[in-house]
């Protein structure tokens, strides 16, 4: 696999539009350089999915294939929104296509922000040009609708990238803890409403790191979002992120207060699978191995995603990136094989706890003269 390179005219960057690329960038150095994970854990740690000895099926047999947004995904699996908006981020979205267009998943690219500011970082989202067959969403804050990104820029944001979907995310604690960060929230539920009325993509709320809540999930769908993405607590914790960019002791200190906050991803998944049974969900926050996958579908989403994992591959090439997938991938169909399971539609049926496996009457044979049980 062979990353290819593209020429673009090199052209004055506006002072917002540096602002933000150093900020991009330095993001980048935090993510790979520290630990900034949450406090909390995913949860999944508390799932167990049944061991079937006897599976009744081969390896090979195990479909991982789904549907997801009306796309066919090899796996359910997203390579979750990372980057964008800074020269470096260039090569890592190009090898993070180039590896999810051969793999057969699909990538979310990080808020477009940076090109609404300044046109000259827009080839740092576009990825077509590598992987023209990608799954891609389109990102940005659903903050930035009250400040000024208009439902016209939302489809400007998608058509300038060729995306399937477009991403809003929701990122109030991240906003809160960065300077200057944009903390007007009211009534942006309608605008969130109006976009999607006005796109001819979907449109995928997504929180960042923190998890949504039930209520809130349920208002986003009825405001015509098609999928939540959980992004729970268990994964990177952007407060933490913005603690450590702030460059101040008693900043970072505030944000460290913030290093449990949220839902963890296991749980809001599973909350939000009972209580709106026909919602599509996407569950990140901490996935991390395949076997995460297969968990995070028993307990209720449609696909799972994930950043970190794929981030310090991306920096390196293409196939360091397609390593890393194939590993997930091929872990997401042992678990179903050893489960018992031929595809994802199987693995709710799959969890395991204790007592879970009912008394069963074995009938006698020939070499037994009466009938026993097993639990």
Partial sequence: MVLKRTRFAVVDKSPVARIIEARKSRHLDICLEEDVASTLDTGFGRVRLRHE????????????????LGHRLAAPLVISSMTGGTERARAINDNLAIAAQAAGVALALGSQRAALEDVALLPTYRVRDVAPNVVLFANIGAVQLNYGVTVDDTRRIVESIGANA???????????????????????????AAVCRALDVPVIAKSVGSGISVRTAARLLDAGVAAIDIAGAGGTSWARVEGRRAGDPTREALAETFADWGYPTAEATEALRLAIPHAVIVASGGIRTGVEIAKAIAVGANVAAAGLPFLEPATRSAEAVSETIDVMIAGYRIALFVSGCRNASDLPGARYSRGSDATVTVVPSSATSKASTVV
């Fill in 53 to 68: 000895a006897l599976p009744e099926c081969a390896l090979e047999d195990v479909e991982t294939a789904i549907e997801f």
């Fill in 166 to 192: 477009l991403y809003l995310h929701l990122n109030p604690l991240q906003e809160a803890l960065q300077p200057r960060g944009d903390t007007n929230f009211r009534s942006l539920l309608p605008r969130i």
